[in-house]
């Protein structure tokens, strides 16, 4: 089975992988044919998914609890926790489950073929920071 990168067709290689000016993951030629490998990843992104989201929602309820009629986040939390709370809930939404957009944005950067995961990580890199 030949695999290729949908953004470089001349990529081609004989097992699963990234594209190595990119950074996209190879699908293969055929169409319809998944292999073990594809559905690894899919879970993997699933997980990472769904624990972010579950991060993610005490991060939004407190930094926009102010918005909601009836709800006065700081008198639960006083702001300066609550700046803690958001920090160690927002960490490992950026560095985990979104960790693989700064890897693939860095190899772009090495191969001097920037792209969409170079802008992603720019952004949520500096939004984190």
């Known amino acids: 089975m030949i695999y290729t990168c949908p953004m470089h067709p001349e990529i081609e ?3 699963p992988g990234q594209c190595p000016k990119c950074g996209m993951t190879l699908e293969p030629k055929t169409i319809g044919v998944g292999g073990e490998d594809e559905q690894k990843e899919i879970r993997s992104l699933s997980r990472k998914f769904w624990i972010a989201l579950v991060l993610t929602i005490p991060v939004l309820l407190i930094a926009m609890g102010h918005a909601i009629p009836g709800l006065d986040v700081e008198a639960l939390i006083p702001k300066q926790i609550s700046k803690w ?8 939404v950026v ?4 960790g693989f957009f700064f890897t693939r944005a860095w190899q772009s950067i090495v191969n001097r073929s920037l792209n969409m995961f170079t802008l992603i990580a720019v952004g949520v890199g500096a939004a984190y920071f």
């Open 95 to 98: 560095l985990w489950a979104g």
């Open 85 to 92: 709370i958001e920090f160690a809930l927002a960490t490992p």
């Open 13 to 15: 290689q004989d097992h």
